[in-house]
């Protein structure tokens, strides 16, 4: 599995960087009078990759946030039930002591 692992990890290097030497030419991001910049295209696409990964990862924190607050809730309502089941359980009958052999009637 290792070896696939690093197969993949090549390729997608050997797809990245021709993908870098192929997208050389100059992009112009603009926006309005405040900032104008030259940048060759395959930058912009990896800088807007980057951001969508960033982005994504944010998502899933907060995400995670969310699912581990339900979580507890939940066991928390799991040991409350627990608790009101042990509270309203019967004791165990006991024979009494010397009527163990006696036929109930």
């Known amino acids: ?3 696939v692992y690093t197969v993949i990890l090549a390729l997608l290097v050997i797809f990245i960087i021709t993908f870098s030497l192929e997208n050389t030419e100059l992009v112009r991001l603009r ?30 924190i907060v995400e995670r946030f969310r699912l581990t607050r339900t979580i507890n809730r939940l066991n928390r309502t799991i040991r409350e039930l627990r608790r009101e089941i042990k509270g ?6 006991i024979d009494p002591p010397g009527k163990e052999g006696l036929p109930s009637a």
Request: glycine content about 8%; charged content about 15%; hydrophobic content about 50%.
């Open 88 to 93: 309203t359980e019967n004791p165990p009958y």
């Open 31 to 60: 926006y309005y009078d405040y900032f104008e910049r030259w940048l060759p295209t395959y930058m912009l696409i990896f800088i807007t990759f980057l951001a969508g990964v960033i982005f994504a990862g944010f998502m899933g």
């Open 1 to 3: 599995m290792k070896i």
